[in-house]
C-alpha cells in the first residue's frame, strides 16, 4: 500500500447543525489506487462527512488537504475543480438531457463561442469505451436508460475530468447482482488506474468483496480506521454500534414466553413467500401465527423498515405471495391491509403517525373511524368510554383526552399511536422502532403491553434496532441483512452473538 | 454532422428497442403536434375562404405578432429553467410608455431604445435576485413585479401618448419587399434575428444547456458544479430584454404608449410557450415550438376575423381549449417517460 502523502486528508472535521454535532472531530485519509469504505449507521455521520469533501456543506473546524494542498470548499464546483468527483445513491444526473450532454455538462468543448457538438461525441464516446460502455448510444436520452446505465455515465463523468479521487454514496443500493459485478469491474477499474475510491454501501458483503481499507463512524464520532482484511465481520458490527460483544451478551434474557400456544394453531395469519419489491427488500419468507411475536433484526438501513412496509401493503411488492389466514391476497394499499385486521406503527411517528395539532381523544379515534366509514360518526360518549379505557391501561400522561398531541413526550405520543390501533383490535400489528427515543420507564411499559397484547391472541411484528429487547420479546426472530431476508429463527435461547453472527454472515 | 443533430433524436441507434426510439422522439411529440395543427388550420382555412391561401396571409402572422414572438422567446428560457415570468406584458407596456414620454421630449430614438433595454433587463436581473437569493417563487417575485412595472405606467401617464418621431414612423410605415406580392415589416426581422439568437444561446453555449439542466434537475445541476445560481438570475433578465425588445416592437407597431396596453399578454406568451411544446415542469422546450406557439394563436385570430360573424372574444375561448388540449397531451407524454 502506497503510505506516502494521502490524495485526501480531513482533519479534525466538525459540523454542527442547530441542535446536533453531525460531526465532531473526525479524520478520514484516503490514498492513491485504494478502495476505501466509510462505515456506520443510519445517522452515523457518512453523508455529512462526504458532503463536506464534496463542498455541499461547509465545515465549522478543521482541515481539508487536497494532494497536500489545503483546500476550504464552498461549493461542489470547487470540490470538483479539485479533482473530487462524486456519484450519489439517487442518480445526480440529468435525465432530460442525453447521455453525451451529461457526461461532458458544464465542460462541453467550444469552438469560436459554440460548443462543439462533434467533438462532445467524439470524448463521450472514447469515455464511455474506457467502461465497457461502448453499447450506450451517446445521443440517446438519460431517461432511456436504466438506473444502473444511469449511475455508469455518473462515473463517466468523473473519469471524463480524470478525477483524482472518486466518492460513490451507496451505488449499489438500487442495482441486481449481475449490475453490482459490473460496477464492481469499473471501479476496480478505476482503483487500478490509481483513483482513489471512497464507497459507501451497507452492504456488508459488498464492502468485504470491495474494499481495502475502512474508517468506521458512530453518532458522528470517528471510531477507527482499519485495513478490511484485519477486521472481522463480527469487530466491525460491534464497532458500529458501539457495543462490545460481551456486553450484549449480558443484556439478552432469552424469551420466557412458553411457546405451547403456537402449537394449537396449525394456520398462520400471515404468510408470505418470496415477497420483495425491486430496490427495497427481497426474499422475505414469513410466517406469523397467532399470538406469536416475530421479531425483525439487522442493521440499522438492512431493510427492516422497508420489510414492514410491504406487509402493510406501503409500499406495492413486486415479486412473492401474500397469504392471509391461508387465501391469496394482493396488497395493494395499506387499505387492503387495514381491511384485513393489520396495523402498522411508523418508525417516524411524527411524520407517518400521529397528527399533532389534534388532541389524544381525536388521534385515538381516527383511526377507528377510519374502518367505520366517515359517515356515521362515532357518538361522543362512546368516544369518550373508550378514550378513558385506554389512558388508563396504557398509563397516558398527562390523563387528558384534550391535550394536544404535540405537546406530549415521547413515550406518550407512542402509547397514544398504539392505543389508535388498538381500538380497532387488529389481528396483526406491525411495530418499526416504537420505543426508540423514549424513556426507560415508557420502553419498558411498551414492552409489556406488547407482550400483553400477544398473550391475548394478536399477531406482532417487532421492529427494534435494540437486538436484546427484539430477544427478550420475540417467539421467532427473522434477520434481514443486505435488503435481503437471510434467517428465520425460532427465539429459544438465541443469544445475541448468534444473531450477529448471521448477520455478519458467519465469518 | 451538423450541430443540430445533436438535439435531433440519433437517426442511428444499433442497441435501442423501437419502443426507446419512440420516447426519444416523444420529445419533440407536442411540438410536431402543433405544427402539424397549425399547417392544418391553414389548409382548412384555405378550403373555407380562397382568399387565406397567400403567403401575405402568413406573413402577416408574423407582422401583427413579432412582439409576441420575442416575449415568448424570454418566457422559453424561464420556463424551461421550471420558473415563469409573469411581468412581461407590464414590461412591455412599461417600455411602451417610457418609450413615447422620452421621445415627446425629445430624446434621440437610439438613446431611448438603449434606455428601455436597460430598464426591461434591470427589473429582468432584480426580478432574479430576489427569486434566487431569497429563494422566493417565481410566481410571487414576477407578480410583484408586474404590478410595480403597471403601477409606473400609471405614474407617467394616465392618458395615451402618441409617438410622432421619425424613425419610429418609418419604422412602422417601412415595407420589406420579398417578392412582387409579399413584404414584411422590419419588426420582423428583430423578431427573427432574436429566435436565431435565441436558439443559438440555448443549443450552443454552456449558459443554455445549463438552463435544461436545472429544468431537468436543478439539485444534480448544482452537485454537477454548473453555474445554477447565475443561470437562473440570468434568465429572468434575458426575458426582461425580452419584454423591452417586444415593447419597442409594440410601438414600432402601434405608434404609441398607453397605460393599459398588452393588458393579459404575459397570459397570452404563457399560451404560446406551452402550446409549442415546452413543458411547464421545465426541462423540455424549444423555441422554434414557441414561435409556432405564437403563429397558432394569430392564425385562430385571423380564422376569426375571416369568419366576420363571430366575435373577437371567440379567439380566447379557443386558445383556452387548446392549451387545455396541450396540457393534457403533455401530461399524458410525461407520465409516460417518467
Redesign the interface.
Known amino acids: 500500500m502506497n503510505e506516502l502523502v494521502p490524495v485526501v486528508e480531513m482533519t479534525d472535521i466538525a459540523i454542527g447543525f442547530p441542535g446536533v454535532k453531525a460531526l465532531d472531530d473526525v479524520s478520514f485519509r484516503l490514498f492513491q489506487g485504494e478502495v476505501h469504505a466509510l462505515m456506520g449507521e443510519n445517522g452515523a455521520g457518512k453523508s455529512t462527512l462526504i458532503k463536506a469533501l464534496t463542498g455541499v456543506y461547509t465545515i465549522d473546524s478543521g482541515r481539508i488537504t487536497v494532494l497536500g494542498q489545503q483546500k476550504n470548499f464552498s461549493t461542489p464546483a470547487e470540490s470538483q475543480a479539485a479533482g473530487i468527483s462524486t456519484v450519489y445513491q439517487e442518480v445526480n444526473l440529468c435525465t432530460n438531457l442525453t447521455v453525451e450532454e451529461n457526461v461532458m455538462l458544464g465542460r462541453e468543448p467550444r469552438r469560436r463561442g459554440s460548443i462543439d457538438w462533434r467533438a462532445v461525441r467524439a470524448r463521450t464516446r472514447e469515455v464511455l469505451a474506457q467502461l465497457h460502455l461502448e453499447h450506450v448510444e451517446p445521443g440517446s436520452l438519460l431517461s432511456e436508460h436504466s438506473i444502473a446505465v444511469q449511475q455508469l455515465i455518473a462515473i463517466a463523468r468523473s473519469v471524463e475530468v480524470n478525477a483524482k479521487v472518486l466518492i460513490l454514496d451507496e451505488p449499489t443500493s438500487s442495482l441486481d447482482a449481475d449490475e453490482v459485478s459490473q460496477l464492481f469491474r469499473v471501479i476496480r477499474d478505476l482503483r487500478d488506474r490509481g483513483v482513489a475510491i471512497l464507497f459507501v454501501s451497507h452492504f456488508l458483503e459488498q464492502v468485504y468483496e470491495l474494499s481495502d481499507r475502512m474508517t468506521v463512524l458512530r453518532n458522528g464520532k470517528l471510531v477507527g480506521e482499519y485495513m478490511t482484511r484485519d477486521l472481522s465481520r463480527m469487530n466491525l458490527i460491534s464497532k458500529m454500534i458501539g457495543k462490545d460483544l460481551e456486553v450484549l451478551e449480558e443484556l439478552d434474557q432469552a424469551s420466557t414466553r412458553s411457546q405451547a400456544r403456537l402449537a394449537a394453531n396449525a394456520q398462520p395469519f400471515l404468510e408470505t413467500a418470496g415477497l420483495g419489491r425491486k430496490g427495497s427488500v427481497s426474499n422475505v419468507n414469513l410466517s406469523i401465527y397467532p399470538g406469536e411475536v416475530v421479531g425483525l433484526a439487522g442493521l440499522l438501513g438492512a431493510g427492516r423498515t422497508e420489510t414492514a412496509r410491504l406487509l402493510f401493503g406501503a409500499d406495492k411488492a413486486d415479486e412473492g405471495s401474500i397469504k392471509i389466514k391461508g387465501e391469496p391476497l394482493k396488497m395493494r394499499s395499506p387499505r387492503t391491509a387495514i381491511d384485513h385486521g393489520i396495523g402498522f406503527c411508523s418508525e417516524d411517528r411524527k411524520e407517518e403517525g400521529l397528527i399533532g395539532d389534534l388532541t389524544v381523544r381525536d388521534n385515538l379515534v381516527l383511526a377507528m373511524q377510519a374502518t367505520k366509514g366517515w359517515a356515521r360518526r362515532i357518538p361522543r360518549r362512546v368516544q369518550d368510554e373508550l378514550v378513558a379505557e385506554f389512558i388508563e391501561a396504557l398509563d397516558i400522561r398527562p390523563a387528558n383526552p384534550d391535550a394536544l398531541i404535540r405537546n406530549l413526550s415521547g413515550g406518550n405520543q407512542q402509547k397514544v399511536l398504539l392505543a389508535r390501533w388498538m381500538v380497532t383490535s387488529p389481528d396483526l400489528l406491525i411495530l418499526d422502532e416504537p420505543t426508540r427515543g423514549i424513556d426507560i420507564g415508557a420502553k419498558t411499559q411498551i414492552q409489556k403491553l406488547v407482550n400483553r397484547l400477544a398473550s391475548e391472541g394478536m399477531s406482532i411484528v417487532f421492529i427494534s434496532s435494540e437486538l436484546e429487547e427484539v430477544l427478550r420479546l420475540s417467539d421467532r426472530i427473522a434477520i434481514i441483512k443486505d435488503r435481503a431476508m437471510v434467517a428465520d429463527i425460532s427465539n429459544d435461547d438465541v443469544s445475541v452473538e448468534d444473531v450477529l453472527t448471521v448477520i455478519a454472515g458467519g465469518a | 454532422?451538423s450541430?443540430l443533430?445533436?438535439v435531433a433524436?440519433?437517426t442511428v441507434?444499433?442497441?435501442?428497442s423501437v419502443g426507446?426510439r419512440l420516447?426519444?422522439g416523444a420529445?419533440y411529440a407536442p411540438t410536431l403536434a402543433t405544427l402539424v395543427l397549425f399547417i392544418l388550420m391553414f389548409v382548412v382555412g384555405a378550403g373555407m375562404y380562397p382568399s387565406f391561401l397567400s403567403g401575405q396571409v402568413l406573413l402577416n402572422l408574423f407582422i401583427d405578432n413579432t412582439f409576441l414572438i420575442v416575449l415568448a422567446v424570454g418566457m422559453t428560457f424561464v420556463i424551461i429553467t421550471g420558473g415563469i415570468d409573469l411581468s412581461v406584458g407590464a414590461v412591455v407596456a412599461l417600455s411602451m410608455m417610457v418609450t413615447a414620454t422620452m421621445l415627446q421630449n425629445g430624446w434621440n430614438p437610439a438613446m431611448v431604445i438603449l434606455a428601455v433595454l436597460v430598464i426591461g433587463g434591470g427589473l429582468g436581473l432584480l426580478m432574479g435576485m430576489v427569486i434566487q437569493y431569497f429563494d422566493i417563487q417565481p410566481f410571487i417575485v414576477t407578480l410583484a413585479g408586474m404590478f410595480l412595472a403597471r403601477g409606473l405606467c400609471y405614474v407617467i401617464s394616465l392618458d395615451s401618448i402618441s409617438v410622432t418621431d421619425p424613425f419610429f414612423t418609418s419604422m412602422a410605415q417601412a415595407r420589406i419587399p420579398l417578392s412582387e406580392e409579399l413584404f414584411i415589416s422590419p419588426g420582423v426581422l428583430i423578431a427573427l434575428v432574436v429566435v436565431g439568437l435565441a436558439f443559438?444561446i440555448l443549443?450552443?453555449?454552456?449558459f443554455g444547456?445549463?438552463v435544461?439542466?436545472i429544468?431537468?434537475?436543478e439539485?444534480?445541476?448544482?452537485?454537477?458544479?454548473?453555474?445554477v445560481k447565475s443561470t437562473k438570475i440570468l434568465v429572468y433578465c434575458v426575458s426582461g430584454l425580452c419584454s423591452a425588445i417586444a415593447g419597442i416592437l409594440f410601438s414600432f407597431y402601434s405608434l404609441s404608449g398607453y397605460s393599459l396596453a398588452a393588458q393579459g399578454m404575459e397570459l397570452d406568451a404563457i399560451a404560446a410557450v406551452v402550446i409549442g411544446g415546452t413543458l411547464l415542469t421545465g426541462?423540455?422546450g424549444y423555441v422554434l415550438g414557441s414561435v409556432v406557439g405564437v403563429l397558432v394563436l394569430g392564425i385562430v385570430q385571423t380564422f376569426i376575423a375571416y369568419d366576420g360573424t363571430l366575435s373577437s372574444w371567440w379567439t380566447k375561448i379557443v386558445i383556452g381549449g387548446l392549451l387545455l388540449v396541450f396540457i393534457l397531451l403533455q401530461r399524458l407524454f410525461t407520465r409516460r417517460?417518467a
Open positions: 454532422m450541430p443533430s445533436t433524436p440519433p441507434k444499433k442497441t435501442s426507446s420516447r426519444g420529445r443559438f443549443h450552443h453555449t454552456r444547456r445549463t435544461y439542466a429544468g431537468g434537475n439539485n444534480s445541476a448544482m452537485l454537477m458544479g454548473l453555474a426541462g423540455v417517460t
